[in-house]
């Protein structure tokens, strides 16, 4: 899609809630990329946004990347400041990260129904025979997840920890984190 609109001389911006995913971004896209605050060119002082609708984003094209994590008044900013013809898409997977902040934009867009979407259904992190891949398909389609170990008794990349009370809880966390 970028390169369409590249090859068609348009502008395309890149944007991400945080640093890290704006960094990740820009490597894969082979493009600069920035938070969403940048992009609205945040204003600390003033607690607002200099990008609004009397100064859009000037883009042809606005690819919000890890739109999962966008909040309501995030997303009702960036909104507004994308001006009438440019192309906005947004990526995320509504079972990854939820916004810190209030609402659930992503999964309330994608129950709507009101624009088109895409799903991909291949993953790419993990190998296909991975307890994650198979027990978040299985979380997402009401089931419990495996939770024994491989029979074989051999490496996984899933682990279910049982503890009794909180106490032992933080015990097994600050081992597993080796502190």
Do not use: W
């Amino acid at each position: 899609i970028i390169e369409l609109f590249l090859h068609a001389r348009r502008q395309v911006k890149l944007a991400a809630p945080t640093g890290r995913a704006a960094r990740r971004l820009a490597e894969t896209a082979k493009l600069q990329a920035e938070t969403i605050h940048r992009l609205l060119s945040f204003q600390p002082h003033l607690g607002r946004f200099a990008r609004d609708a009397a100064h859009p984003i000037e883009a042809d094209l606005l690819i919000v990347d890890e739109a999962s994590m966008l909040d309501v008044p995030l997303a009702a900013s960036l909104l507004e400041a994308v001006e009438a013809g440019t192309c906005l898409l947004l990526v995320g997977d509504e079972d990854q990260l939820p916004s810190v902040g209030p609402g659930n934009v992503l999964g309330d867009l994608i129950a709507a129904g009101a624009m088109p979407l895409v799903r991909l259904t291949e993953v790419f992190r993990q190998a296909s025979a991975s307890l994650i891949v198979t027990n978040a398909h299985r979380i997402n389609r009401g089931q419990m997840p495996e939770l024994k170990p491989p029979e074989d008794g051999g490496q996984t990349d899933f682990y279910f920890i049982e503890r009794e009370d909180p106490a032992s809880v933080v015990e097994a966390i600050k081992t597993l984190a080796g502190g």
